[in-house]
């Protein structure tokens, strides 16, 4: 069973950055595609960003390209978001999704297994 821990979340203001981490238990990450989603009360969770196995194709919403960044450190079992000139449309608690595929998908239903989010505030 694949054990996800997100951390990184807090409270910034408009334009400041944030690093997330996706910490997984499993022996086998490698093997995984990783993604993160992010979901406001009321609202299904969205795609924020995806990546395969190796690191080598990635994807991202319209909403954060140019902005934030995915990648991933195989060695150390960790995912990792970086979120730059943040807005306050970007308020959400953030999820890290693992798919037990080599590529990526933008779809949360192709995910197998999720961490239990940390909070992304932006203040105006």
């Known amino acids: 069973q694949v054990q996800l821990v997100e951390s990184g979340g807090g409270l910034v203001q408009v334009g400041d950055s944030l690093r997330l981490s996706c910490a997984a238990s499993?022996?086998?990450?490698?093997?995984?595609?990783m993604g993160w989603f992010r979901q406001v009360p009321g609202k299904e969770r969205e795609f924020v960003g995806g990546?395969?196995?190796?690191?080598?194709?990635?994807a991202y919403a319209d909403s954060v390209k140019g902005r934030f960044t995915i990648s991933r450190d195989n060695a150390k079992n960790t995912v990792y978001l970086q979120m730059n000139s943040l807005k306050p449309e970007d308020t959400a608690v953030y999820y890290c999704?693992?798919?037990?595929?080599?590529?990526?998908?933008?779809?949360?239903?192709?995910?197998?297994?999720w961490g239990q989010g940390t909070q992304v505030t932006v203040s105006s």
């Open positions: 999704g693992a798919r037990q595929r080599f590529w990526l998908s933008t779809s949360k239903v192709d995910y197998d297994y």
């Open positions: 499993e022996r086998t990450f490698s093997n995984y595609a």
């Open positions: 990546i395969s196995w190796s690191g080598g194709d990635t």
